[in-house]
T-cell receptor, first 112, second 116 residues
Framework: QKEVEQDPGPLSVPEGAIVSLNCTYS??????FMWYRQYSRKGPELLMY????GNKEDGRFTAQVDKSSKYISLFIRDSQPSDSATYLCAMSARSNTGKLIFGQGTTLQVKP | NAGVMQNPRHLVRRRGQEARLRCSPM?????VYWYRQLPEEGLKFMVY????????ESGMPKERFSAEFPKEGPSILRIQQVVRGDSAAYFC??????????????FGQGTRLTVV
């Protein structure tokens, strides 16, 4: 069993839709949760960074963490074609570290 | 303010040759992490280095792979006697010293290694 599970998709939605991306994990020691966006043939770009349980909002993006269920989500409101990319969840047990455990990534396509 | 610089962006090697991948961290960053991304898979941690020290190499294959981060110059990921299974995208990330307020890791654009 992988430490972090993420449905690879692909997920296709029309422009303007609300997108929900999710990851589950098995290691209860994880405290720090991140979402990265990766465009084709590019490096991952950090979108959201959250600590422990709760919600964090940044523009059209909302990250949720439910540690009791070992479940994290990323919501994208008013999705745009430019949001088409692969979204990777990542997590770690410690702060101040670049040693992360990544999910497989979900490929999202937003159609105009 | 340049980001994490990796070169080459693309590298083709024949089976049995050596591959050298270079990573220059962001200015002021002293921590470097290497990751490998196989097709249709997420990133897998390989090694964590600080200047002249390997801190964590728990994700490195036991043979043929090595990494260094010398006092001067870029970090190098070296793969000896490459095989087809080494074909992947290799990403480098860097982060500032631990005592810094902002300790997010920033990724480079990757080196895509193809073994033929």
């Amino acid at each position: 069993q992988k430490e972090v599970e993420q449905d690879p998709g692909p997920l296709s939605v029309p422009e303007g839709a609300i997108v929900s991306l999710n990851c589950t994990y098995s290691n209860s020691a994880f405290q720090y949760f991140m979402w990265y966006r990766q465009y084709s043939r590019k490096g991952p770009e950090l979108l959201m960074y959250t600590y422990s349980s709760g919600n964090k909002e940044d523009g059209r993006f909302t990250a949720q963490v439910d540690k009791s269920s070992k479940y994290i989500s990323l919501f994208i409101r008013d999705s745009q074609p430019s949001d088409s990319a692969t979204y990777l969840c990542a997590m770690s047990a410690r702060s101040n570290t670049g040693k992360l455990i990544f999910g497989q990534g979900t490929t999202l396509q937003v159609k105009p | 303010n340049a980001g994490v610089m990796q070169n080459p962006r693309h590298l083709v090697r024949r089976r049995g040759q050596e591959a050298r991948l270079r990573c220059s961290p962001m200015k002021g960053h002293s921590h470097v992490y290497w990751y490998r991304q196989l097709p249709e898979e997420g990133l897998k941690f390989m090694v964590y280095l600080q200047k002249e020290n390997i801190i964590d190499e728990s994700g490195m294959p036991k043979e043929r792979f090595s990494a260094e981060f010398p006092k001067e110059g870029p970090s190098i990921l070296r793969i000896q006697q490459v095989v087809r299974g080494d074909s992947a995208a290799y990403f480098c990330a860097s982060s500032p010293p631990r005592q810094s307020m902002n300790t997010e890791a920033f990724f480079g654009q990757g080196t895509r290694l193809t073994v033929v």
